[in-house]
């Protein structure tokens, strides 16, 4: 069965910590994508990536940076975490697009992340 | 650019009653229209899509309909099940297949 992996289902960090939020997928996908989830706000994008050491700003990059080492790695960082960004994080990969037939993402299960 | 709006919630329905959660899309070029679920406590997994206007995406007994000419892409089951207590989301991906893009989404509670 396919997989996208988050690493943690609830964080718990102080404000000012840097934190890594990581995220592995097992279908040899192309792309990889970071999004934040808030009530009443849907799901808005912070990062994606398209390929191996390549990565583009999605909705609302402030605050985050990202890293894409390996093909099935994507890892989302938090340089220096504020309450604001407590949030539910999920993870999601997808086949490159071909513009034919468009692809579906597959999920990861979130990261709860509170920020104190 | 590509937007996503879909109907406000919460929504409370019997168990057995009808379903319609409304979707309307702003896209250019030719997007792929999506339906998403999210179970408490889980990430969001694909309940159904379609790829082209009127097209009927299907599965677990909901239904939707590509309508190029109204913009929507509306979710309907004809009898909830408690089971189907979740929040809904609707997407689309834009003509490259690469970029997605969500609606605020739909919580859904049945009650026995």
């Known amino acids: 069965d396919v997989k996208v992996t988050q690493s943690s289902r609830y964080l718990v960090k102080r404000t000012g910590e840097k934190v890594f939020l990581e995220c592995v997928q097992d279908?040899?996908?192309?792309?990889m994508f970071w999004y934040r989830q808030d009530p009443g706000l849907g799901l808005r994008l912070i990062y994606f990536s398209y390929d191996v050491k390549m990565k583009e700003k999605g909705d609302i990059p402030e605050g985050y940076s990202v890293s894409r080492e390996k093909k099935e790695r994507f890892s989302l960082i938090l340089e220096s975490a504020s309450t604001n960004q407590t949030s539910m994080y999920l993870c999601a990969s997808s086949l490159s697009g071909t513009g034919l037939t468009n692809e579906k993402l597959f999920f990861g299960s979130g990261t709860q992340l509170s920020v104190l | 650019g590509d937007s996503v709006t879909q109907m406000e919630g919460p929504v409370t329905l019997s168990e057995e009653a009808f379903l319609t959660i409304n979707c309307t899309y702003t896209a250019t070029g030719y997007p792929s229209l999506f339906w998403y679920v999210q179970y408490p406590g889980e990430g969001l997994q694909l309940l159904l899509k379609a790829t082209k206007a009127d097209d009927k995406g299907s599965n677990k007994g909901f239904e939707a309909t590509y309508r190029k000419e109204t913009t929507s892409f509306h979710l309907e089951k004809g009898s909830v099940q408690v089971s189907d207590s979740a929040v809904y989301f609707c997407a689309l991906s834009d003509w490259t297949g690469n970029q997605f893009y969500f609606g605020t989404g739909t919580s859904l509670t049945v009650i026995p």
């Open positions: 279908m040899d996908h192309e792309n």
